[in-house]
C-alpha cells in the first residue's frame, strides 16, 4: 500500500504549485435544503467538484488570476451560470429553483458532464424507471433498454454484451449484492428485488469499469441510496395484484422510514389465463426500513429489506407433452450500512457493510432443491482531491460467503457445504492532463480463498475533449473473475477466469440532446471446460470474444412535452466453454437488440403516457444430449408496452398499463430434456401483462404523491 502512494507521488511530484486560487461554497434550494450532487465548474474548462451532501463544493485553480464563468448543473434544478474575476479566495452561496414539470424531469444522462470523464456509464433515476412502459417498476426492467444491456424473457436477469448473467455485479453503495433477484423456479423471470426510489441514482457501465468494483467479466450496475433525510408522510397503495402501506417519521437530523407490501397474483391469474396450471399462487410479503442520519460533514443510512415468497404450479410442456410440477418457497434478509465523513476539504471517508441470507426450498417433479446462505462484505474507501487536476482514492474490500446446499429425489438427499472468503486492494487516480486530455489508472489486486495466486487487473482510460460538447476515449481493462459458490462444490478453480476490455466511444451532448456511440471488444481466457459427465476432467483451456458496437440517441428538446430514447446493440460472440471444446455461438447472446422507448406529457390530461417498442433477433440452441450439430433459433421478440399515469389530483394517482400490447407469442428459448424428438418451447406464462393500481399520499406537504410507486 504504502509503495502505491509513493508512487502516486513521484508521478506527480513535477506537478508545480502556482497560485492555488480555491473557489468554494453552497448550493441550496429555496426552501434553504443543501442540493447534492451540483456539478459545479468553470465554463469551458476542466476544474470543478460535485456538491456534497450538505450542498459543499470546493475545488482548486492553480492560476494567479480566474477570469471566467461559474457553471451551475443538476438534472432537477434550473442552471447558474456567475460571472468570476478574482486573484483571491473565492466564496459564494447559491439558491437554485426546481425545473418545473408535475412528473418531474426524466434524466439519462451520462457521466461526460463531470468534465474528462469518459461515457463510460449512462446514470438515470428512480423516475425513469418507474415511468418507463414495460419496466413494471423493476430496475432491470428499464436497463434492458440501455446499450450493451440484454434481458431474456425466460429469465429476467441481467446480461452485459455477451456475458452469462453471473458475469455482471450489482452494488448498492459500493458493497456487491450476491442475489440482487427474486426467488424464482422452473422458468418464471425474476425482477429485481429493489425499490427504485430507495436510491438517488442508478448507473449502469457495460465495461470498462472503474478498479474499484470487481469479480465481474461483463460489467456492472451500481446503486447509491439516497443522502437527504426524508420529510414525515404515509402512503396508500391497491392495485389489483395486492396492497401496501408506508409511512415516514422526520425529527431533528433523522428519518426513520418503513414500507409494508403484500402481493397474490391469486385473483389476477383466475381473471388473466395463463400457461400453467396454478395450484398455489404466488405471494409474497415484503417489508422495508432505512434509517437515516445527518452527521457533521457526512452521514449515515441503514436499509434493511425481508421478504417472504411462496408458489406451486403445473406446467405443460409442448410439444412433448410432460407436466412439470414446480414449487418454491423462500425468506431473503439484506442489511446496508453505509457511513461516510469528510474528514476535511480534500478527504473523504467511506464505510460500507453488506449482510445477506437466504433460506430457499424449491421442488421440480420430486426433484428437491434446498439452499441456504450467508453473505457478509467490509468495504473500506479513502478518496482525496490533491488539487485541481489530479483525484485519487484508495480501499479494501472483504467478502465473505457461505452455502448449504441440499438436493435429492424422494428424501434421497445429498448434502455439500462452501465456504469462501475474498480479498481486494484498489487504487485509482484522475489526472486531467494539457490541452483537452485526462488520464484515469488503477489497479486491483485480488485473493479469493480456492485460489493459491493473487491477481493484478491494471485499467487505464484515456479522454479527450474535443470542445464543450463532444469527447473521445478509449479505455482497456483486465477483469477476472472466480467461480460461484455451487460450482465451486463441484469443481476447484485453480486460476482466475478472465476477460480483457478494449473499448473506443464518442459522446456528443447538446441542447438536452445526447449521441452516444461505442465500439468493443472482449477477450475470453481461462474459461472452463468440463466433459460431459466428467466434471473432475475439467480444465480452463477454455476461451472465447465479444464484439460489436452500441449506439445511444436521447433526445428531450425537439419535441414539446416528448422524450425518448432509442437504442441499438450488435453482439458477435463465440466461446469454446463448458460442454463445448469449439467455437459456438452461446445460447443466450441475441445478436441484434433494440428498443425505442418514448414519453409523452399530456398537458390537459394530466396525463404521461409512455410506449416501448423492443426487438430482440432469434438465439441459437445446440442439443448437448446428442452428436449432431442440429440448431433451433427462438423466434424474434417484437414487444410493445404501453402505460398512462393519470393525476387524480396532486396527491392522488391512478396508474395502467399492458405488456406486450400486440398479443405475440414468441418462444424465448428451448429445453432439450426429453430422449429423442423435438425440444420442448420455452414461451411467456401469459399473452399479456395487465396491472392497474390506485396510489394516495397523506402529507403536509399537499403536492408529494405516489409517482416513487408506479
Known amino acids: 500500500m504504502k509503495a502505491l502512494l509513493s508512487l502516486l507521488l513521484l508521478l506527480f511530484y513535477g506537478e508545480l504549485e502556482a497560485h492555488r486560487i480555491t473557489v468554494s461554497g453552497t448550493v441550496v434550494d429555496k426552501k434553504s435544503k443543501p442540493i447534492e450532487n451540483v456539478n459545479v465548474f468553470l465554463k469551458d474548462s476542466f476544474e470543478g467538484d460535485l456538491s456534497d451532501a450538505n450542498g459543499n463544493f470546493s475545488f482548486v485553480v492553480q492560476d494567479t488570476l480566474i477570469d471566467d464563468v461559474l457553471v451551475l448543473m443538476h438534472h432537477d434544478f434550473e442552471g447558474v451560470e456567475e460571472v468570476i474575476v478574482t486573484r483571491e479566495n473565492y466564496l459564494r452561496d447559491f439558491v437554485m429553483l426546481e425545473k418545473e414539470g408535475l412528473l418531474g424531469e426524466i434524466i439519462i444522462k451520462t457521466k461526460s458532464k463531470r468534465k474528462r470523464e469518459r461515457a463510460e456509464s449512462i446514470d438515470f433515476n428512480a423516475m425513469d424507471v418507474v415511468s418507463t412502459a414495460g419496466s413494471a417498476g423493476n430496475i432491470i426492467g428499464v436497463i434492458g433498454t440501455m446499450p450493451g444491456a440484454q434481458v431474456n424473457g425466460e429469465d429476467g436477469r441481467l446480461m452485459i454484451r455477451g456475458g452469462k448473467t453471473d458475469e455482471s455485479g450489482i452494488y448498492v453503495n459500493g458493497i456487491r449484492v450476491f442475489e440482487p433477484y427474486t426467488a424464482t423456479v422452473g422458468n418464471v423471470p425474476v425482477r429485481s428485488k429493489f425499490n427504485p426510489f ?104 441503514l436499509y434493511t429489506a425481508v421478504d417472504y415468497s411462496t408458489m406451486a404450479y403445473r406446467q405443460e410442456m409442448l410439444p412433448s407433452q410432460r407436466v412439470d410440477t414446480l414449487a418454491l418457497q423462500s425468506m431473503n434478509v439484506y442489511l446496508n450500512s453505509f457511513y461516510f465523513k469528510r474528514l476535511s476539504p480534500y478527504l473523504r471517508l467511506d464505510v460500507g457493510t453488506g449482510v445477506g441470507y437466504i433460506d430457499y426450498k424449491g421442488e421440480k417433479n420430486e426433484r428437491y432443491i434446498g439452499k441456504e446462505r450467508w453473505d457478509l462484505s467490509q468495504k473500506l474507501k479513502m478518496s482525496y482531491q490533491w488539487n485541481g487536476n489530479l483525484r485519487s482514492f484508495i480501499g479494501a474490500d472483504v467478502q465473505l460467503a457461505q452455502l448449504d446446499l441440499t438436493k435429492g429425489i424422494r428424501r434421497d438427499y445429498e448434502n455439500r457445504y462452501s465456504y469462501t472468503s475474498r480479498f481486494a486492494l484498489f487504487f485509482e487516480s484522475d489526472w486531467n492532463l494539457r490541452s483537452g486530455f485526462s488520464l484515469r489508472m488503477g489497479v486491483r489486486a485480488n485473493k479469493y480463498s480456492t485460489i493459491s495466486n493473487w491477481t493484478l487487473e491494471p485499467r487505464t482510460m484515456l479522454t479527450y475533449q474535443l ?120 445460447s443466450y447472446i441475441a445478436k441484434h437488440n433494440l428498443s425505442i422507448v418514448t414519453k409523452y406529457w399530456l398537458e390537459q390530461w394530466r396525463s404521461q403516457v409512455s410506449m416501448t417498442y423492443h426487438y430482440t433477433s432469434p438465439r441459437e440452441f445446440y442439443n448437448i444430449n446428442t452428436n449432431d450439430k442440429l440448431m433451433y433459433k427462438s423466434t424474434t421478440i417484437h414487444n410493445v408496452s404501453l402505460s398512462w399515469a393519470y393525476l387524480l389530483s396532486a396527491q392522488k394517482i391512478l396508474y395502467a398499463s399492458v405488456d406486450n400490447l400486440l398479443g405475440r407469442y414468441p418462444v424465448y428459448a428451448y429445453q432439450f430434456e426429453q430422449q429423442g424428438g423435438q425440444p420442448d418451447r420455452i414461451s411467456a406464462s401469459a399473452t399479456r401483462f395487465v396491472y392497474i393500481g390506485f396510489m394516495w399520499t397523506l402529507s403536509l406537504n399537499k403536492k408529494s404523491n405516489q409517482l416513487d410507486n408506479l
Open 198 to 301: 430507495l436510491f438517488k441514482g442508478m448507473s449502469f457501465s457495460a465495461g470498462g469499469y472503474s478498479a474499484e468494483f470487481g469479480d465481474a467479466l461483463s460489467g456492472v450496475l451500481q446503486l447509491d441510496t439516497a443522502d437527504d433525510i426524508d420529510a414525515s408522510r404515509k402512503d396508500v397503495s391497491i392495485s389489483i395484484l395486492g396492497g401496501s402501506f408506508g409511512q415516514t417519521h422526520q425529527w431533528g437530523k433523522n428519518s426513520l422510514s418503513y414500507h409494508l407490501n403484500y402481493l397474490n397474483l391469486g385473483a389476477y391469474t383466475a381473471l388473466i389465463k395463463q400457461r400453467y396450471d396454478s395450484q398455489k399462487p404466488f405471494s409474497t410479503a415484503s417489508a422495508e426500513v432505512v434509517f437515516k442520519r445527518e452527521v457533521k460533514e457526512g452521514g449515515y443510512k
Open 467 to 586: 470542445n464543450a460538447k463532444q469527447q473521445l476515449s478509449f479505455s482497456y481493462g483486465v477483469f477476472n473473475q472466480a467461480l460461484n459458490l455451487e460450482q465451486g462444490m463441484y469443481l476447484k478453480q485453480e486460476d482466475w477466469m478472465r476477460a480483457n476490455h478494449y473499448i473506443f466511444n464518442y459522446t456528443y451532448e447538446f441542447k438536452k440532446r445526447i449521441l452516444r456511440a461505442e465500439v468493443f471488444y472482449k477477450k475470453y481466457s481461462k474459461l472452463l471446460l468440463t466433459p460431459k459427465g466428467q466434471l473432475n476432467n475439467y480444465s480452463q483451456l477454455g476461451e472465447g470474444y465479444a464484439k460489436g458496437f452500441d449506439l445511444f440517441w436521447k433526445d428531450n428538446s425537439t419535441f414539446k412535452n416528448l422524450k425518448y430514447w432509442i437504442t441499438y446493440t450488435y453482439i458477435d460472440s463465440k466461446r469454446k466453454e463448458m460442454y463445448w471444446n469449439e467455437w459456438i455461438q452461446p
